[in-house]
């Protein structure tokens, strides 16, 4: 769901530039809060990882393809704010790098793709959350369903923007209908990738896991006929450390896969907004993209002929730039937090 340049015009795009502006202002003192000596590394891991996936386009309808938005799985995995900050991180890399999405039109990939599905997500999985039981199985049905409704919410913001400031004099009624159609089929897919993703990590770390926070019930004893928490272990938390850094190369390698490697066989179809805007003549006035001429635009490197050969290094150096703004961007932030708090406070987030 990439908007290009030309899209929006260009009043509407500097009103959405300041609304994606004040998002993430606003999630970076969020983030504060959210990321800790634990999560911070794998907030960049989950930028990361996000960018790869999206290189994954699947099929859903004659013609059609779609991938993932990333905003529900970013929000259930390290939190809201830092959600926001995580594919906000992918769509910079994306825009400057690869050509992908136009870089005036920053503001309202940030404000669809990034801030409406994370909001939307993550509000509608904390609601399941609270009716639903605190079991692992119940959780990962919560984010498969708060992914599912984040795709079709994203469809109508940019339906919304370009009613505004559409350069196009096209019928509203049928850009709406045609982007909700095909975008509730790509939601089944955000929804079983963000599904699998989050129950394989909460199989593995649940503690990691920020939607899964008090999801793990303490160890019981019985002592005199009746249950008691188990006082804590001083020997979990070097485990704990070392089972961090398993997690986090786990995904990293993952994330290379991929994007090296399994992004060939893609569907080259176009993804849902760039087949409604061929379809409904939106795409009539876009512009040529300012980084065109990037050496990774089109997500292959410039020069390599063997295309097989071209798309898996562009997405390998994809994830490593990703990997490494994203976690200077968290590690930032983070440094930023423990500074300011009292030290019992900064020994709470730490356990």
């Not at 003192?29 to 800790?36: H, K, S, V, Y």
């Not at 999560?39 to 930028?47: D, F, H, M, Y």
């Not at 066989?265 to 990037?294: C, F, M, T, W």
Request: glycine share 12%.
């Amino acid at each position: 769901m990439h908007v290009p340049d030309g899209f929006i015009n260009a009043p509407v795009s500097a009103a959405a530039g300041v609304v994606a502006a004040g998002a993430v202002a606003v999630s970076l003192r969020g983030a504060r809060r959210e990321l800790d000596e634990r999560t911070a590394p794998l907030a960049g891991l989950v930028a990361a990882f996000i960018f790869a996936v999206q290189m994954l386009n699947f099929p859903v309808a004659a013609g059609t393809s779609g991938h993932l938005l990333g905003g529900a799985l970013a929000a259930i995995l390290v939190g809201p704010y830092t959600g926001v900050l995580c594919i906000s991180v992918v769509l910079l890399m994306q825009g400057i790098l690869f050509a992908d999405g136009g870089l005036t039109a920053l503001g309202v990939n940030i404000t669809v793709m990034g801030v409406t599905t994370t909001v939307v997500s993550y509000a509608l999985f904390r609601g399941l959350a609270t009716v639903l039981p605190r079991t692992r199985r119940s959780t990962t049905a919560a984010a498969f369903v708060a992914a599912l409704i984040s795709v079709p919410a994203a469809a109508c913001v940019f339906t919304l923007i370009y009613w505004i400031g559409g350069t196009t004099d096209i019928p509203i009624g049928k850009v709406l209908t045609a982007m909700v159609g095909v975008h509730i089929l790509i939601g089944i897919g955000e929804a079983v990738i963000t599904g699998l993703t989050v129950g394989a990590v909460i199989a593995v770390r649940p503690d990691l896991v920020h939607g899964a926070r008090g999801l793990t019930s303490p160890l019981k004893l019985r002592i005199d006929g009746e249950l008691v928490d188990a006082p804590a272990r001083p020997s979990v938390a070097p485990v704990a450390a070392r089972s961090t850094r398993g997690l986090w190369a786990t995904g990293l390698v993952t994330a290379l896969v991929l994007a090296g490697f399994v992004s060939f066989y893609a569907s080259a179809n176009p993804d849902g907004l760039e087949k409604v805007a061929a379809d409904q003549g939106i795409d009539k006035r876009v512009e040529e993209h300012a980084a065109k001429d990037s050496p990774l635009a089109d997500y292959g490197v410039k020069d390599i002929s063997d295309a097989r050969l071209s798309g898996g290094l562009a997405g390998v150096i994809g994830v490593g730039a990703t990997i490494v703004v994203g976690s200077g961007v968290f590690w930032a932030v983070r440094r930023r937090r423990t500074p300011d708090a009292p030290a019992g406070i900064r020994t709470k987030e730490a356990v």
